[in-house]
């Protein structure tokens, strides 16, 4: 079966959301029930006639969505030592807060230099897409930035343009490349779902609530929230339906669709987590491994997962410094909850 963005993002949604598990049943003589495949005898010795599968059940909301926790492979016994080994790795920096304080500090000498920034971003700080910016020095680099192949009649440096970069791992594991992105602003709504769609995104993660009041320049609502469909130009969103989590996390099931190109509409997994602090970090870490772990199922091949959240400038300033070391150590924190949670449920 050809593994497409659509069937993983439905597929997430059935087994790992739904989270249904078959009941086994027993025939009258006690034995266990076990459904006779196509073309087999039955115990008196007929061939029973093939039948053809059954539909998959509509995807509809339900109260108990997310109330199945998700299915972990099993680690092997090699893996159950290594994540040990890393266990006490973490804990063991996390009694010696001043050493990841020096990683921070570290990480923050290879920040760009307004310099680097004006010749790496030529294309972002184009006259032509300055209004397609939140801010002036958050931007993608050349490099690595993405590029639309928009159908839309417009100038050529404006149309391949938007405030976006391709992201990948350069560790061995063969996980989903991202794409990092500002909040969408009004003008770069279109920008942003044709993106979406020429890129088959299977999931984007949102780590801001919405909020509509222009003059603040927040993370307005670039989808429909509420079940219904939106147009943006040449691209049509539909929310199919949106229901929340245990940890707060609002999922929706989108479906995307281009009036002119010729690709099959794209269903889209929606996680946002509209409880992200505009300071410092979250409470626990329990959200944001939930998230992880939705994102972790999907193949790499079938597209970029987008990442988005929003900042406004004024906060950005004012706990710059705080706020970075405080999520760099939230990170270690999210690493060692994982890795003992990974272990109790092997040791179960």
């Given amino acids: 079966m050809k593994i497409t963005p659509s069937y993983v993002a439905d597929s997430l949604l059935r087994s790992h959301l739904l989270g249904l598990p078959q009941r086994k049943r027993l025939r009258s003589d006690g ?10 005898r039955t115990d008196d010795g007929y061939r029973l006639r093939p039948r053809p599968p059954p539909p998959p059940p ?12 998700f299915r972990h492979r099993r680690s092997s016994g090699e893996q159950l030592k290594y994540c040990s080994e ?6 063991e920096k996390l009694r010696t807060p001043a050493r990841i304080a020096q990683e921070f500090h570290r990480l923050q000498e290879m920040r760009p230099t307004m310099d680097e920034i004006v010749r790496k971003c030529s294309v972002a700080l ?14 993608p680099f050349d490099n ?30 063969k996980v989903s490349q991202f794409i990092a992105t500002q909040g969408p602003l009004p003008e770069t709504f279109e920008d942003f779902w044709e993106m979406v769609f020429v890129y088959r995104c299977p999931a984007i993660v949102m780590l801001t609530r919405v909020d509509n009041h222009r003059m603040m320049r927040k993370c307005a609502n670039y989808f429909q929230a509420q079940n219904g469909l939106r147009e943006f130009g040449k691209i049509s969103i539909e929310t199919k339906y949106t229901t929340t989590s245990d940890s707060s996390l609002v999922l929706r099931c989108l479906e995307v669709k281009h009036k002119e190109l010729v690709k099959p509409a794209l269903s889209v997994l929606h996680i946002q987590y509209p409880e992200w602090p505009d300071h410092g970090v979250p409470e626990d870490t329990a959200s944001v491994r939930e998230i992880f772990e939705m994102t972790h199922h999907l193949p790499p091949e079938i597209g970029p997962i987008v990442v988005h959240c929003r900042v406004q400038k004024a906060e950005c300033e004012i ?8 999520q760099y150590f939230f990170c270690y924190a999210a690493i060692v909850d994982e890795l003992e949670e990974l272990l109790s449920r092997s040791s179960h």
């Fill in 144 to 173: 690595n930035r993405i590029v639309l192949n928009s159908t839309r009649d417009s100038t050529p440096l404006r149309n391949n343009y938007i405030n976006a970069s391709l992201i990948g791992l350069a560790s061995g594991e």
């Fill in 86 to 91: 890393a266990l006490d790795f973490f804990k």
């Fill in 31 to 40: 034995k266990l029930h076990r459904p006779l495949l196509r073309g087999s």
């Fill in 319 to 326: 706990c710059k410094k705080n706020c970075r070391i405080e």
């Fill in 126 to 139: 184009r006259d032509a897409n300055l209004d397609k910016n939140r801010y002036t020095d958050i931007l």
């Fill in 58 to 69: 509509p995807l509809q909301p339900r109260r108990s969505l997310l109330s199945a926790p």
